[in-house]
């Protein structure tokens, strides 16, 4: 997680900030002090046993809020609505989020208030995980997080360090100044970063037809381009799709150009590249298609059936021949020796730098809506941890906004 000095701007952002049953429940009331001090306006869920350990008085009055607990007050029975809490927020920040409050969310539980906000809120939610090294580790802990980053929940990784337990490991929360910083780049008033720029992202699956009805084609779903396309065009970017085969909704604000081959694609990312100030390479390409297109239906026989195939033209490389001090970015998909394929498809094609998803990972890959990537340029190798499509893709455009020149 990045750390950072600077407070980020959350005037008028309003964050509802759960707590729960952990050890780590001390560290909301810095949590809860550094977003007031960023401008933000805090109100505290707390779930009944995350009393025992910090008192609902001291975050009462950090938050300057009365805090919620009970579903209605038990002084004079006003009903704390969960659908007006989470109706309110901009975030919803649980943090510290125990194990057994991941699991619940997971299974759709609501018996607490805490929950029940959960469960209406159609703001984004947050969690910052923290328990022992070996709750985190668990499988059912880990998928539980894969679930909900899935589900479009967002995760503050958990550091590593001394446990309340005295074990060392991972599990302990975030430190509230790195939580801070995180939903301050997700609520920050700067947002339209890339107002005046251009980019080009191919995405999708291409088609190489073999006669009118079979093709040749990938499992790629679209969905890491189509993300990345969005967070550019959220952040003032003009942006051209390139898109293969996908069945995804266009972005708001994205100009889509269709193509099915990859000899389509090559013609629209070389006319697109043209006047842009980057592209990102997101799409499957076959790097093969058939010599031949019949144009009748292929009939079986008894023997076996040879299709030849010849080479496609590299997409990626022909920009890059082109790019001058343009951004590129790649894509490496393997399955084995991840990194040195990588590094060689960095060096070849002339990009500044590489997102590497290895299909041995966990919840990395073709149809989910996470995925777990590791970002290779000259300097260097870092590792992300698992995200959703949507935060790599804000990852990725981060590290590009860096190198514009
Ligand atoms: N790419 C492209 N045009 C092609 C092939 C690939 O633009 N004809 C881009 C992809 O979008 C991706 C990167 O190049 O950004 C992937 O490199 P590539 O060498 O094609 O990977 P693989 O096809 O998986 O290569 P290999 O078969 O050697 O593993």
Same mark, same amino acid.
């Given at each position: 997680m990045e750390r950072t000095t600077h407070t980020p701007d959350l005037k008028g952002r309003r964050i509802l900030l759960g707590i729960t049953g952990?050890? @780590? @429940?001390?560290k909301a009331a810095m949590l809860c002090r550094l977003l007031v001090t960023a401008g933000a306006e805090v109100r505290v869920v707390m779930t009944p046993l995350a009393k025992q350990f910090i008192t609902p008085l001291t975050m009462a009055t950090l938050s300057k809020n009365p805090i919620l607990v009970e579903f209605f007050d038990p002084e004079n029975g006003a009903w704390n609505s969960h659908v007006s809490l989470g109706e309110w927020a901009d975030c919803f920040l649980i943090a510290p989020a125990t194990a057994n409050t991941l699991a619940k969310m997971v299974g759709g539980v609501a018996d607490n208030l805490l929950l029940t906000t959960y469960l209406s809120a159609r703001c984004p939610v947050v969690v910052a995980p923290a328990m022992d090294l070996d709750m985190y580790a668990h499988v059912a802990t880990q998928q539980n997080l894969q679930t909900l980053v899935s589900r479009g929940v967002r995760l503050v990784e958990p550091a590593e360090g001394e446990l309340a337990s005295g074990l060392h490991g991972?599990?302990?929360?975030?430190e509230p100044e790195a939580i801070v910083a995180y939903v301050g780049k997700m609520l920050g008033k700067d947002d339209k970063t890339l107002k005046g720029k251009r980019f080009v992202v191919t995405a999708g699956a291409t088609i190489e037809p073999i006669d009118p009805v079979r093709f040749i084609s990938n499992h790629s779903s679209g969905k890491m381009g189509y993300a990345i396309a969005e967070e550019l065009a959220q952040r003032g970017a003009a942006v051209t799709l390139v898109s293969g085969r996908t069945a995804l909704a266009t972005p708001a604000g994205v100009e889509r150009v269709d193509v099915l081959s990859a000899a389509e694609m090559y013609d629209a990312a070389v006319a697109a590249f043209e006047g842009a100030d980057g592209a990102v390479m997101c799409a499957a390409v076959a790097d093969y298609t058939p010599m031949e297109v019949s144009d009748r239906k292929l009939k079986k026989g008894d023997g076996e059936l040879t299709i030849q195939l010849r080479r496609t033209q590299d997409i990626a490389a022909e920009l890059g021949s082109r790019k001058g001090d343009r951004v590129l970015v790649g894509f490496a998909l393997e399955t084995h020796d991840e990194e040195v394929h990588a590094e060689e498809k960095l060096a070849k094609k002339s990009f500044d730098f590489i997102v590497l998803n290895s299909?041995?990972? @966990?919840? @990395? /890959?073709?149809? /989910?809506d996470t995925n777990k990537v590791t970002f290779i340029d000259a300097l260097g190798h870092e590792e992300l941890p698992l995200l959703s499509k949507r935060e790599v893709a804000g990852r990725i455009v981060d590290k590009m906004e860096k190198l514009i020149r």
């Open positions: 952990s050890i @780590a @429940a001390y991972k599990g302990r929360m975030a299909l041995r990972d @966990a919840g @990395a /890959g073709f149809r /989910g």
